[in-house]
């Protein structure tokens, strides 16, 4: 036996501690009499599965294995192969992502979503200080616009510009997003949950923003 066969098993894959894929592994189902009636045999196969590799990423490392078992041996080839090689399972999936809340630092301006620093840009950190700052009021398309824009040389958004920033923000805020709700007619409004968690540092006064 050799390495997967003529259907093909789901990928799975099995990154480092440290997150860095290393590699990856290829099992391939296929018995001698089946490369020979395919009119190659199995040294060839792994020849060009070599060379191949070779022509996608020069200078990657291959090693090859061929797996031998007992004559009547039962089972998929691609699992007689994986057992052979000590491969008993599939990699495990990994744990479900640990949920531990919204935390939204006013005074070092950083929005960490369950632990990780997520990467917003200054104008949505702005936007989302500005909604905070005001929590349980319904801020105005207008409003928002004329206090984060207004005296700048940037150039004035129009209202469905601020949706898109809108959007842009809820996305980095995960399964929170639903913290900056959508006020139909009015604008967009602040609503905090038992999971997000503010500090406000040294910010200034909502009337001053």
Not at 108 to 120: N, S
Not at 130 to 138: A, I, P, Q
């Amino acid at each position: 036996m050799s390495t997967a066969s003529s259907t093909t098993a789901p990928t799975t894959a099995t990154t480092a501690p440290s997150g860095r894929a290393r590699g990856f592994a290829l099992y391939v189902g296929v018995d001698e009499e089946t490369a020979r009636a395919a009119g190659v045999d199995l040294a060839t196969v792994v020849d060009a599965l070599r060379r191949l590799t070779a022509e996608l990423v020069p200078g990657a490392e291959t090693y090859a294995a061929v797996a031998l078992a007992p004559a009547g041996a039962g089972g998929r080839d691609v699992d007689v192969v994986r057992r052979a090689l000590a491969d008993r399972a599939p990699a495990s999936a990994p744990a479900p992502k640990r949920r531990t809340g919204l935390t939204i630092d006013l005074g070092r301006k950083k929005l960490r979503v369950d632990g990780e620093t997520a990467p917003l840009t200054y104008r949505e950190f702005e936007l989302l200080q500005f909604l905070v700052l005001r929590e349980g009021r319904t801020v105005p398309r207008t409003e928002i616009i004329d206090s984060l824009w207004g005296g700048t040389d940037a150039e004035v958004p129009n209202e469905r510009t601020i949706d898109v920033h809108v959007r842009r923000l809820r996305a980095k805020l995960g399964e929170y997003g639903d913290v900056v709700r959508t006020v139909r007619g009015g604008g967009y409004r602040f609503d905090r949950h038992a999971d997000v968690v503010i500090r406000y540092g040294q910010t200034a006064s909502p009337d001053r923003v």
